[in-house]
């Protein structure tokens, strides 16, 4: 899914896979990306699962404060997080980390390439 717009990929991409409203996949053509353009991949439990990124930035929420922040209909989920921040250790991994514990006081720690 990443290989087309990877170095020596086609430079074309799917610009939709799933219509949310209609609950079905989306039957796109393929586009080409913009000459030097960015895929930005946003998304919960991605680190440590072997994908080709260039660069990492996490998104770090301690285990209080996304207890605090998670509505009690989806508490069910929390311990993922938890056992994800335990065994792939996602910070260590990262070249840059926004302390999101607040999100009106974001803090950015770079590490990595960009230490």
């Not at 998304?43 to 996490?58: K, N, R, T």
């Amino acid at each position: 899914m990443l290989a087309p717009l990877g170095p020596g990929g086609s430079g074309h991409y799917l610009p939709q896979l799933w219509d949310l409203d209609r609950d079905r996949a989306v039957r796109a053509p393929r586009q080409p990306g913009p000459a030097g353009g960015v895929l930005l991949v946003a998304g919960a439990l991605l680190q440590g699962i072997g994908l080709p990124f260039d660069v990492v930035v996490h998104l770090r929420v301690a285990p209080a404060a996304r207890r605090r922040r998670t509505p009690a209909d989806q508490a069910w989920a929390l311990p993922a997080f938890d056992r994800y921040d335990d065994e792939v250790d996602p910070v260590a991994l990262a070249d840059a980390v926004v302390l999101a514990d607040h999100a009106d006081r974001p803090a950015l720690v770079l590490g990595g390439r960009f230490a």
